[in-house]
T-cell receptor, first 113, second 112 residues
Framework: ELKVEQNPLFLSMQEGKNYTIYCNYS?????LYWYRQDPGKSLESLFV?????AVKQEGRLMASLDTKARLSTLHITAAVHDLSATYFC?????????????FGTGTRLTIIP | EAQVTQNPRYLITVTGKKLTVTCSQN?????MSWYRQDPGLGLRQIYY???????DKGDVPEGYKVSRKEKRNFPLILESPSPNQTSLYFC???????????FGPGTRLTVT
């Protein structure tokens, strides 16, 4: 059974600081997704990482994937308040491609002025 | 506007009373899926559909049914809801061959 773990689960950080959210998964998978969810809202796709070594950046967020280590990171640079949200990673099922996604439990990020 | 819509957005019901949550997308996507979100558990996949008349179970299908008679619609049916189905439900869709999923606004269901 594929398991996806994120840490930390909760993160409170000051504006202007850098931090990293980690996503570990238990079985081989070549694709990993990052989503953002604002309180009371739906999920918004941030990044799709399709292969080992993939790196994608959008503004202050950068995501990377190491399939050998079964690890993805979401790095936040010089955090600003509007990045406060819950961030989820998700992984394709190894036997079903991207028909079945397994999500992590999420990291609730709070940026303090 | 390209979107996934769900109805109702909020529903309070009683145990055993059949209900349907509708999901519709206007992007001509082949793939559609239902998830439930519970605190501390993230999102878990209930059912998915690769195209019309093609559906399959996700990780937590017990107590749910789906149908895909039209490409744009993918309703979630709870024949006999129970309190453990109280949750936030999301529908999502994507184009076959693409990876990005588009999520609906969510339906908050409470079963008493």
């Amino acid at each position: 059974e594929l398991k996806v773990e994120q840490n930390p689960l909760f993160l409170s950080m000051q504006e202007g600081k850098n931090y990293t959210i980690y996503c570990n998964y238990s079985t081989t998978s070549d694709r990993l997704y990052w989503y953002r969810q604002d309180p009371g809202k739906s999920l918004e796709s941030l990044f799709v990482l399709l292969s080992n070594g993939a790196v994608k950046q959008e503004g202050r967020l950068m995501a990377s994937l190491d399939t050998k280590a079964r690890l993805s990171t979401l790095h936040i640079t010089a955090a600003v308040h509007d990045l406060s949200a819950t961030y989820f990673c998700a992984v394709d099922s190894p036997n079903f491609g991207n028909e079945k996604l397994t999500f992590g439990t999420g990291t609730r990020l709070t940026i303090i002025p | 506007e390209a979107q996934v819509t769900q109805n109702p957005r909020y529903l309070i019901t009683v145990t055993g009373k059949k209900l349907t949550v509708t999901c519709s997308q206007n992007m001509n996507h082949e793939y559609m899926s239902w998830y439930r979100q519970d605190p501390g558990l993230g999102l878990r996949q209930i059912y998915y559909s690769m195209n019309v008349e093609v559906t399959d179970k996700g990780d937590v299908p017990e107590g749910y049914k789906v149908s895909r008679k039209e490409k744009r619609n993918f309703p979630l049916i709870l024949e006999s809801p129970s309190p453990n189905q109280t949750s936030l439900y999301f529908c999502a869709s994507r184009k076959m061959g693409r990876y990005e999923q588009y999520f609906g606004p969510g339906t908050r269901l409470t079963v008493t």
